[in-house]
C-alpha cells in the first residue's frame, strides 16, 4: 500500500552511489534539451517563452515521482502545446494575462481528470482513441507545428487567419513582400547545426549547442535592433490617425468582452434559478440576455475584422532611418529627403494585440529575440478555477488528457521493452494528472511525456525517476541565476528547435500499414489527417470525426459478425466454406457465429439462417458452432430460442457444440438448453458432426450411398 501511493520508494531498493552518478549526469544531460525546448513549445502555446521554463520546473519530478516509468521525461511537448493554443484562441487573445490564466487553469483541469482517470483505474478509456485516428492526427498535427513556425523564420509577422491553411498563405504573401535574411540565416544555421551534430553523434546535446552558438553570435553582432521614438519621427501620412483609430478600436473592444462578460455572468445566474423554480424551456429574461450577448459578439467580430487590416496595413509599412544629432527620423521606404543618408537598414513597426503608446513606438530593425526573461520562480497560487470556467475547458482538456497520456503511455511502454520494467497505466495516469496540477500552482501550461528527451534519458542510462528530479533543480538554477544569457536567443532558433523536433513525428508509413490492415482503418487515418489539417488550428475537429468513424465502423463490425457456412477441409478440419471453396452438405448446415450474440446482432444470426436454409432445399439439420460465441445477453438468449422454434416448425433439427461458459450458464439459467435438449448439445463439432451424420442417415429415407461424396462423412462411422 505504501509503494501504491508512494510509487517512488520502490527507486532506492538496491540504490547506490553509482546509480546516482549516472542519475545525475542523465538528469543535467536531459536538463540541457528541456530547457531550450520548453521556451519553444511556450510559444507554440501562446505564451511568453519563459513559461515554458515554468512547465519545465514542477513536472518533470512530480510526475517522475508518482508514476511508473523511471525513464519518462515529462514537461512541454509540441502537440499539446498546439491544442492548447487552439483551444483558448477564442477565449482570449494569446499572450494576454487573460490567456495565460486560462491556459494555467486548463493544465490544473487537465490533471484534475488524468487523477481521476488514474484513481478509478479507467486508464482503458484511452483505447476510445484507435491507432490510425492517433497516427492521422499525430501527422498533421507535425505539418501544422512546423509550419506555424515559418512566420519566425522568414521574419515577417502577419494576422492568424481561421484556418491554418489560410495564415500559410498570408505567410507566403508577406515572405515574398519582405523576408529578414539574417533571421532566415539564424534559423537554417540552427538546423544545420542540430542535423550535423546528431549525425556525428546523437549523445552531443545538438539543440543546447545551436543555442548557445546562435545567441553568442546574436549578442556580438547586434542581431536585435529595436527603437522606441515619438509618432512624430515617424514620417509616413495618416499614420498618426491609424495608429489613434487602432488604439480606439482595441479600447472599444476591451469593453464589449467586459459587458459581454457580464452578461453571461447574469445568463449562468438566470439559468440556475429556472433549474431552482423548476420551469421548462427559456424565460423572457434568459432569451433577452442570450440575444444581447450574441449583438455584443457580433460587433466584436466587427471590430476584431477592421483591427485586423488596420494591423496588417501598419505590418506593411517599410521605413528607412535618418539619424541626425543621435536622434532617428524614418521615412517611408522610397521617399527619402534627396541628399538624406541613411543606415541602410529596413525599419518596420512592431504591433501586436495590445495599445501603441504615441509617444514610444516600437520601431524594429533586426531581428527577433527572445527578451527580458523575469528573474526567480514563478509564484506559486492555486488556480481560480470556476465551475463556469470548468465547463468551458473541460471538452478541450478531456481531449488534452487523453491525447497526452497516449504518447506518454506509448513512450513509457517502449521504454519498459528495453528495460524490462513494469508499468502501470493507471498509476501513470496519477503520475501526469498530479504533474499538471501541481504544475499549474507554479504557473505551469498543460504537460505530457516527451519522446525525444525520454530516448535521451534513456541513452543517458537513467535508473531511476532521481533523474527527473535532477532536470528540476537544472531549471531551478537556471530560473534564478542565468535567465539573462538568455535574452539574445533568437526566436527563429526556437522555431527551428520546434521544427526539428516534429519532424519525427511524420509517419507516411503508418497509412500505409493501416490501409494494408484494413482499407476501413486506412480510410479513418487519412481522413483524420485531412479534417485535422483544414480545421486547424482548431484540432479537436479531426480527432471527434476518427472517434465518431472508428467507434461506427466498430458498432457496424458488432452488429454485422461473420456468419460462416463450415465444411471440412483436405486436414479433416471444420473451416469456412466460401473463403477455401469447399463442399458442404446438402443435409446438414453447420454454421459459425464469430462475436458476442447481444441485442445489436441478435436478429443478424436468422437472417444469415435462412440463407443458409434458402440455399439448401434437402436440409435436414442446422448445428451451431457456438466456439466463437463468447458472451450472450436477453436478446441474444430470445433469438436462439426462436431460431429454434423455426428450425422445429419446419421440421428440421437444431443442435449446438462448442458451448463456452459464460454462454452456458446463461442458457441454463432461462431453461433454453433444456429446450434445445441436452441430446442436442454437442461438446465439440467433431462430435457433433458425427452424431448428427448418424442421425440423418439412419432410419430416415435418405441412405449413406447416396452421400457417398458428402465431406461430412469422413466423421461417420464405417459399416460392419
Not at 530547457?35 to 511568453?48: C, D, E, F, R, V
Not at 433577452?288 to 501598419?314: F, P, W
Not at 516600437?362 to 527580458?372: D, L, S, T
Not at 423455426?646 to 458451448?659: D, P, Q, T, W
Request: aromatic share 10%.
Amino acid at each position: 500500500m505504501l509503494y501504491y501511493v508512494f510509487p517512488f520508494l520502490s527507486w532506492f531498493e538496491g540504490y547506490n552511489a553509482g546509480k546516482f552518478r549516472i542519475d545525475l549526469l542523465a538528469g543535467i544531460t536531459v536538463a540541457l534539451v528541456l530547457i531550450p525546448q520548453s521556451m519553444a513549445y511556450a510559444q507554440l502555446a501562446g505564451l511568453p517563452a519563459y513559461y515554458g521554463l515554468y512547465a519545465a520546473f514542477l513536472p518533470p519530478m512530480v510526475a517522475a515521482l508518482f508514476g511508473s516509468s523511471r525513464q519518462l521525461a515529462t514537461g512541454p511537448v509540441a502537440v499539446v502545446s498546439l491544442m492548447s493554443a487552439a483551444s483558448l484562441e477564442p477565449l482570449a487573445t494569446a499572450g494576454s494575462a487573460e490567456f495565460i490564466a486560462y491556459s494555467i487553469v486548463l493544465a490544473f483541469t487537465v490533471g484534475v481528470f488524468q487523477f481521476s482517470l488514474g484513481v478509478l483505474r479507467l486508464g482503458l478509456v484511452v483505447n476510445f482513441l484507435s491507432h490510425p485516428v492517433v497516427n492521422g492526427f499525430t501527422n498533421a498535427a507535425a505539418i501544422i507545428i512546423a509550419t506555424s513556425q515559418f512566420s519566425k523564420f522568414f521574419g515577417v509577422d502577419v494576422n492568424e487567419a481561421t484556418h491554418h491553411y489560410e495564415t500559410m498563405i498570408r505567410v507566403c504573401k508577406a515572405a515574398f513582400d519582405y523576408t529578414h535574411f539574417p533571421t532566415l540565416i539564424y534559423g537554417v544555421g540552427a538546423v544545420i547545426i542540430m542535423v550535423g551534430l546528431r549525425k556525428i553523434d546523437r549523445r552531443i546535446p545538438n539543440v543546447l549547442v545551436a543555442v548557445v552558438i546562435t545567441t553568442c553570435i546574436s549578442y556580438f553582432t547586434g542581431f536585435n535592433k529595436d527603437v522606441q521614438v515619438e509618432i512624430s519621427a515617424l514620417q509616413a501620412p495618416g499614420l498618426k490617425e491609424q495608429v489613434i483609430e487602432f488604439n480606439k478600436i482595441i479600447e472599444e473592444n476591451s469593453s464589449l468582452a467586459k459587458e459581454r462578460k457580464e452578461i453571461n455572468l447574469k445568463i449562468d445566474a438566470e439559468i440556475k434559478a429556472q433549474e431552482g423554480h423548476g420551469h421548462g424551456g427559456k424565460s423572457i429574461e434568459l432569451i433577452n440576455l442570450e440575444s444581447q450577448a450574441a449583438i455584443l459578439t457580433a460587433r466584436m467580430d466587427a471590430l476584431k475584422a477592421h483591427l485586423g487590416q488596420i494591423r496588417a496595413d501598419l505590418r506593411q509599412m517599410k521605413f528607412e532611418a535618418v539619424e541626425k544629432e543621435k536622434k532617428y527620423s524614418f521615412f517611408v521606404k522610397g521617399a527619402v529627403p534627396a541628399g538624406s543618408v541613411t543606415d541602410g537598414t529596413i525599419w518596420r513597426l512592431k504591433v501586436g494585440n495590445s495599445p501603441l503608446n504615441l509617444t514610444k513606438m516600437k520601431v524594429v530593425g533586426g531581428g527577433a529575440v527572445v527578451g527580458q526573461i523575469p528573474e526567480g520562480l514563478p509564484k506559486f497560487t492555486v488556480p481560480a478555477l470556476s465551475v463556469n470556467s470548468f465547463l468551458k475547458l473541460l471538452p478541450t482538456a478531456v481531449i488534452i488528457s487523453l491525447l497526452g497520456f497516449m504518447e506518454a503511455i506509448a513512450i513509457a511502454k517502449a521504454m519498459a521493452a528495453q528495460t524490462g520494467q513494469k508499468i502501470d497505466p493507471n498509476q501513470e495516469l496519477i503520475g501526469q494528472g498530479l504533474a499538471n496540477m501541481l504544475g499549474s500552482v507554479s504557473s505551469s501550461y498543460s504537460v505530457s511525456g516527451s519522446f525525444s528527451r525520454s530516448a535521451v534519458n534513456l541513452q543517458a542510462g537513467a535508473v531511476s525517476g532521481i533523474s527527473a528530479v535532477v532536470t528540476s533543480i537544472v531549471v531551478v538554477i537556471t530560473l534564478l541565476f542565468f535567465t539573462p544569457l538568455l535574452y539574445h536567443l533568437p526566436q527563429a532558433v526556437l522555431a527551428a528547435i520546434i521544427m526539428m523536433a516534429v519532424i519525427g513525428l511524420i509517419n507516411v508509413k503508418g497509412f500505409l500499414h493501416a490501409w494494408k490492415a484494413q482499407w476501413y482503418d486506412g480510410a479513418i487515418s487519412i481522413l483524420s489527417f485531412v479534417i485535422t489539417l483544414y480545421f486547424a488550428p482548431h484540432l479537436d475537429k479531426g480527432i471527434m470525426v476518427g472517434v465518431v468513424l472508428s467507434m461506427t465502423v466498430f458498432l457496424y463490425k458488432s452488429m454485422r459478425p461473420v456468419v460462416a457456412s463450415l465444411s471440412l477441409n483436405e486436414e479433416n478440419v471444420l473451416s469456412c466454406a466460401e473463403d477455401y471453396r469447399l463442399k458442404g452438405c446438402r443435409h446438414i448446415s453447420v454454421v459459425r457465429f464469430d462475436g458476442a450474440l447481444f441485442f445489436a446482432n441478435a436478429s443478424y444470426l436468422d437472417e444469415q439462417v435462412l440463407k443458409f436454409r434458402n440455399e439448401q432445399p434437402d436440409l435436414r439439420y442446422i448445428l451451431l458452432d457456438a466456439r466463437g460465441i463468447n458472451d450472450m445477453d436477453a436478446s441474444g438468449e430470445e433469438a436462439l430460442e426462436m431460431l429454434r422454434k423455426r428450425m422445429e416448425s419446419a421440421g428440421l433439427g437444431f443442435a449446438m457444440c462448442g458451448i463456452k461458459g459464460q454462454v452456458a450458464k446463461v442458457m441454463n439459467r432461462t431453461g433454453l438448453i433444456h429446450k434445445i435438449g441436452k441430446e442436442n448439445i454437442y461438446a465439440d463439432s467433431k462430435a457433433a458432426v458425427a452424431a448428427l451424420t448418424k442421425k440423418v442417415h439412419e432410419g430416415t429415407d435418405l441412405p449413406r450411398a447416396g452421400c457417398d461424396n458428402c465431406p461430412l462423412t469422413k466423421y461417420l462411422p464405417s459399416d460392419k
